[in-house]
T-cell receptor
Framework: AQSVTQLGSHVSVSEGALVLLRCNYSSSVPPYLFWYVQYPNQGLQLLLKYTSAATLVKGINGFEAEFKKSETSFHLTKPSAHMSDAAEYFCAASGAGSYQLTFGKGTKLSVIP | NAGVMQNPRHLVRRRGQEARLRCSPMKGHSHVYWYRQLPEEGLKFMVYLQKENIIDESGMPKERFSAEFPKEGPSILRIQQVVRGDSAAYFC???????????????FGDGTRLSIL
């Protein structure tokens, strides 16, 4: 079964600092991978998706993620954190032949002024 | 608003009552998914439906939970005889025809927060 692991349930960065949120997946076949952001009391908004076209994926709000098959990772980065980036971030995967999204447990990002 | 619409946003029920959660997919989407989010947890898949068909309900509890997506109207997630453990946020998502193991992203509603007294 597919599983997604997000290292660090809470991450704090200073405003303007690099954001790095980690995600590892377990699958012998590279899945489709997604990053979603959730603001308090709201639903999930898609940040970006990996679909095997390119290993470096650019998303909205300045975020990007790099797919590394050798490390089974899909870490999310942003060069400079903004206060508005404070939210919870979820990594998710779906496998070939499956419609289900398997989510990690999420990482809460705090941005310190 | 052409997004996924869920209502109510908040629902309070007493133990033993029924809860009905509604979801209208995005315009042009005919595939609906329900997920449950428990505190400090990610979202867990419950069920995937197309119009008038349940495609995959492998994540649904075997008892008390049911889902439908009728030809007309929203998708309904129904929980009978609710218990405290049903307290959670329930999210609906929709997509166009996902195909096989689709890379089509699912678009999420704002969820229904269910509280059981």
């Amino acid at each position: 079964a597919q599983s997604v692991t997000q290292l660090g349930s809470h991450v704090s960065v200073s405003e303007g600092a690099l954001v790095l949120l980690r995600c590892n997946y377990s699958s012998s076949v590279p899945p489709y991978l997604f990053w979603y952001v959730q603001y308090p009391n709201q639903g999930l908004q898609l940040l970006l998706k990996y679909t095997s076209a390119a290993t470096l994926v650019k998303g909205i709000n300045g975020f990007e993620a790099e797919f590394k098959k050798s490390e089974t990772s899909f870490h999310l980065t942003k060069p400079s954190a903004h206060m508005s980036d404070a939210a919870e971030y979820f990594c998710a995967a779906s496998g070939a032949g499956s419609y289900q999204l398997t989510f990690g447990k999420g990482t809460k990002l705090s941005v310190i002024p | 608003n052409a997004g996924v619409m869920q209502n109510p946003r908040h629902l309070v029920r007493r133990r033993g009552q029924e809860a009905r959660l509604r979801c209208s997919p995005m315009k042009g989407h005919s595939h609906v998914y329900w997920y449950r989010q428990l505190p400090e947890e990610g979202l867990k898949f419950m069920v995937y439906l197309q119009k008038e068909n349940i495609i995959d309900e492998s994540g649904m509890p075997k008892e008390r939970f049911s889902a439908e997506f009728p030809k007309e109207g929203p998708s309904i997630l129904r929980i009978q005889q609710v218990v405290r453990g049903d307290s959670a946020a329930y999210f609906c998502a929709s997509s166009p025809n996902p195909g096989q193991g689709s890379n089509q992203p699912q678009h999420f509603g704002d969820g229904t927060r269910l509280s059981i007294l």
